[in-house]
């Protein structure tokens, strides 16, 4: 890859820097006003996605100095770099080619001089026919039963994905079957997900990379004595398969390389989905359903791979989001999806993209002298207006927000669909233009109250309106913000693909264990931690 400019230290980035002041007094109602035609100006619409931008403090000087600190931070290198297998995961030594997965094209893409399509292919295909067998009735289980209950044993990419695409995409599953997702180490995660299931009748897929994550082992080791108690040990083939990048390991577990469905090295956990680790998600919508939603990821990926960078949308998305995080000192951002079954999205894109982007040094392992990924969070509306949108409209702190919504219901039941989305259009209006003093005391409000009734405005949203959530929307959706976090990479010259920062913890935890199951091991820890292990211990 080209070598990257100190990005604080650029033209563009001085540029900005300036600018920014000058628009820390500018409000969005003199923006609207000065341009009657900003609302469609500053939007793109591609295949099933609106994006409407205008609603952010901007104009058209500064969106293209933010779309020239991408180029200066060599984005289409970068991205070429990704798209061709080139090892941009520098401390792993890895491609990065989630892209791969998704790649219905099926042209060619090579790693270490070799196709990765006809693997892909084949999991694929393997994938798909498992699931016809699974839904039919026709595998597993004991003689005369079926599979009912399908339980996803991983964590973090390997939980997160499939747990929010069965959520997100849950009008087109099979509701005849029953599917839990269990990831927390925590016992009680198990023990309720099992607790009414009948293991004659339950199939377990044990996602894991690695093979070796410490809770989804502990949680599939649990779960095949449940199995085990019941049935016996000649029952484990047929309730238990893996998914995973380890053969050696998921044999040693029992289970065998026929019921074992393989990724890749080249594949992050958290952009997992779209492959192996989206089995339980594809037995629940069917191949078909699944197949659609890789269109929809692929379509994504072209869209941002050939679009120029002004009419890109993840680009768009990302430029907004380094100007507020950089310029403005935006900590974070929230992502508000207008649609229930999108429950979990935010809790998807917390780990995609804090552990992606939640980075200190550059790629050289030099201090990265700006601030990097924000913190993620969200939760579908209208929820969120009873509980933090306070804070969005007249808070201290400035939260960039994404709006997702959709012109049809999944679930048309009277005017439910008419309220949600005049919830949806108001917020956007309401953060946007405010409500001035003037206007507050326009409508007859005591003077002493007018400051409490005050909204400031300008608070800036991105507002994304689709046709429906349906598998190929939801797969552009998805791409779209996965994207969205590589660009931001590539201009704060961070390693997007690697996740040392969660290293630290789970040793320490490891050494700590022993000491929990001998009360008689000597403590060593630091005062505090010392402390509250030996009340722990007291029981
Ligand atoms: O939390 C760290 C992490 O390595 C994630 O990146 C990953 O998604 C998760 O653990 C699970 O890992 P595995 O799929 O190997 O069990």
Same mark, same amino acid.
């Given at each position: 890859?080209?070598?990257?400019?100190?990005?604080?230290?650029?033209?563009?980035?001085?540029?900005?820097? /300036?600018?920014?002041?000058?628009?820390?007094?500018?409000?969005?109602?003199?923006?609207?006003?000065?341009?009657?035609?900003?609302?469609?100006?500053?939007?793109?619409?591609?295949?099933?996605?609106?994006?409407?931008?205008?609603?952010?403090?901007?104009?058209?000087?500064?969106?293209?100095?933010?779309?020239?600190?991408?180029?200066?931070?060599?984005?289409?290198?970068?991205?070429?770099?990704?798209?061709?297998?080139?090892?941009?995961?520098?401390?792993?030594?890895?491609?990065?080619?989630?892209?791969?997965?998704?790649?219905?094209?099926?042209?060619?893409?090579?790693?270490?001089?070799?196709?990765?399509? +006809?693997?892909?292919?084949?999991?694929?295909?393997?994938?798909?026919?498992?699931?016809?067998?699974?839904?039919?009735?026709?595998?597993?289980?004991?003689?005369?039963?079926?599979?009912?209950?399908?339980?996803?044993?991983?964590?973090?990419?390997?939980?997160?994905?499939?747990?929010?695409?069965?959520?997100?995409?849950?009008?087109?599953?099979?509701?005849?079957?029953?599917?839990?997702?269990?990831?927390?180490?925590?016992?009680?995660?198990?023990?309720?997900?099992?607790?009414?299931?009948?293991?004659?009748?339950?199939?377990?897929?044990?996602?894991?990379?690695?093979?070796?994550?410490?809770?989804?082992?502990?949680?599939?080791?649990?779960?095949?004595?449940?199995?085990?108690?019941?049935?016996?040990?000649?029952?484990?083939?047929?309730?238990?398969?893996?998914?995973?990048?380890?053969?050696?390991?998921?044999?040693?577990?029992?289970?065998?390389?026929?019921?074992?469905?393989?990724?890749?090295?080249?594949?992050?956990?958290?952009? !997992?989905?779209?492959?192996?680790?989206?089995?339980?998600?594809?037995?629940?919508?069917?191949?078909?359903?699944?197949?659609?939603?890789?269109?929809?990821?692929?379509?994504?990926?072209?869209?941002?791979?050939?679009?120029?960078?002004?009419?890109?949308?993840?680009?768009?998305?990302?430029?907004?989001?380094?100007?507020?995080?950089?310029?403005?000192?935006?900590?974070?951002?929230?992502?508000? +999806?207008?649609?229930?079954?999108?429950?979990?999205?935010?809790?998807?894109?917390?780990?995609?993209?804090?552990?992606?982007?939640?980075?200190?040094?550059?790629?050289?392992?030099?201090?990265? #002298?700006?601030?990097?990924?924000?913190?993620?969070?969200?939760?579908?509306?209208?929820?969120?207006?009873?509980?933090?949108?306070?804070?969005?409209?007249?808070?201290?702190?400035?939260?960039?927000?994404?709006?997702?919504?959709?012109?049809? !219901?999944?679930?048309?039941?009277?005017?439910?669909?008419?309220?949600?989305?005049?919830?949806?259009?108001?917020?956007?209006?309401?953060?946007?233009?405010?409500?001035?003093?003037?206007?507050?005391?326009?409508?007859?409000?005591?003077?002493?109250?007018?400051?409490?009734?005050?909204? +400031?405005?300008?608070?800036?949203?991105?507002?994304?309106?689709?046709?429906?959530?349906?598998?190929?929307?939801?797969?552009?959706?998805?791409?779209?913000?996965?994207?969205?976090?590589?660009?931001?990479?590539?201009?704060?010259?961070?390693? !997007?693909?690697?996740?040392?920062?969660?290293?630290?913890?789970?040793?320490?935890?490891? /050494?700590?264990?022993?000491?929990?199951?001998?009360?008689?091991?000597?403590?060593?820890?630091? !005062?505090?931690?010392?402390?509250?292990?030996?009340?722990?211990?007291? #029981?």
């Amino acid at each position: 890859m080209p070598r990257h400019p100190r990005i604080d230290r650029t033209a563009e980035w001085r540029s900005l820097a /300036k600018l920014a002041k000058s628009f820390k007094s500018v409000s969005l109602r003199d923006l609207f006003a000065a341009d009657p035609a900003r609302g469609t100006r500053y939007a793109l619409a591609f295949d099933k996605l609106y994006l409407d931008y205008s609603k952010n403090l901007f104009d058209g000087e500064v969106l293209s100095l933010l779309l020239a600190l991408a180029d200066r931070a060599g984005l289409p290198a970068a991205r070429e770099a990704m798209f061709t297998g080139r090892k941009i995961n520098l401390t792993e030594n890895r491609a990065v080619l989630h892209v791969a997965l998704r790649n219905r094209s099926n042209a060619p893409i090579f790693v270490d001089g070799k196709d990765v399509m +006809p693997g892909v292919n084949e999991v694929l295909s393997r994938m798909a026919d498992f699931a016809r067998r699974v839904r039919a009735g026709e595998w597993g289980g004991e003689p005369g039963r079926r599979i009912r209950a399908v339980v996803n044993i991983g964590i973090g990419g390997s939980d997160l994905g499939p747990a929010m695409a069965y959520e997100a995409l849950k009008p087109f599953s099979d509701r005849e079957l029953t599917f839990r997702f269990v990831s927390n180490v925590d016992g009680t995660h198990v023990s309720e997900a099992l607790r009414d299931l009948d293991p004659a009748e339950t199939l377990f897929i044990v996602a894991s990379k690695t093979f070796t994550t410490q809770e989804t082992m502990a949680n599939a080791h649990t779960a095949r004595e449940w199995l085990v108690r019941a049935l016996g040990e000649e029952a484990v083939p047929r309730h238990f398969v893996a998914v995973s990048t380890a053969a050696d390991k998921v044999a040693a577990f029992g289970i065998g390389t026929e019921n074992m469905f393989g990724f890749w090295d080249w594949v992050g956990g958290r952009y !997992s989905l779209p492959g192996a680790i989206g089995l339980s998600l594809m037995i629940s919508i069917g191949p078909e359903n699944f197949f659609a939603m890789l269109e929809g990821y692929h379509a994504m990926d072209n869209h941002f791979r050939t679009a120029p960078a002004a009419e890109n949308m993840p680009v768009i998305l990302a430029v907004l989001g380094i100007w507020y995080a950089n310029f403005f000192g935006a900590q974070s951002m929230a992502l508000l +999806p207008y649609d229930q079954y999108l429950a979990r999205f935010a809790a998807y894109f917390q780990q995609a993209d804090m552990e992606s982007n939640g980075k200190r040094v550059t790629r050289r392992g030099k201090p990265v #002298g700006v601030t990097t990924g924000p913190i993620v969070w969200g939760e579908p509306g209208t929820n969120g207006q009873h509980a933090f949108y306070q804070l969005l409209h007249q808070g201290t702190r400035l939260v960039p927000c994404d709006f997702i919504g959709f012109k049809r !219901s999944q679930n048309p039941v009277g005017e439910h669909h008419k309220m949600l989305m005049s919830n949806f259009f108001a917020q956007t209006e309401a953060l946007a233009f405010g409500r001035t003093a003037e206007e507050v005391r326009a409508l007859g409000v005591p003077e002493k109250l007018v400051p409490h009734r005050v909204f +400031p405005g300008s608070r800036p949203t991105n507002t994304i309106l689709a046709d429906e959530l349906d598998p190929k929307t939801f797969g552009e959706l998805v791409a779209l913000y996965e994207h969205k976090i590589f660009t931001q990479g590539v201009i704060w010259d961070i390693l !997007s693909f690697d996740q040392w920062g969660v290293q630290l913890g789970k040793e320490l935890a490891g /050494k700590i264990l022993p000491e929990l199951r001998d009360p008689s091991l000597p403590l060593a820890h630091d !005062s505090s931690t010392n402390e509250l292990i030996r009340r722990f211990r007291e #029981g």
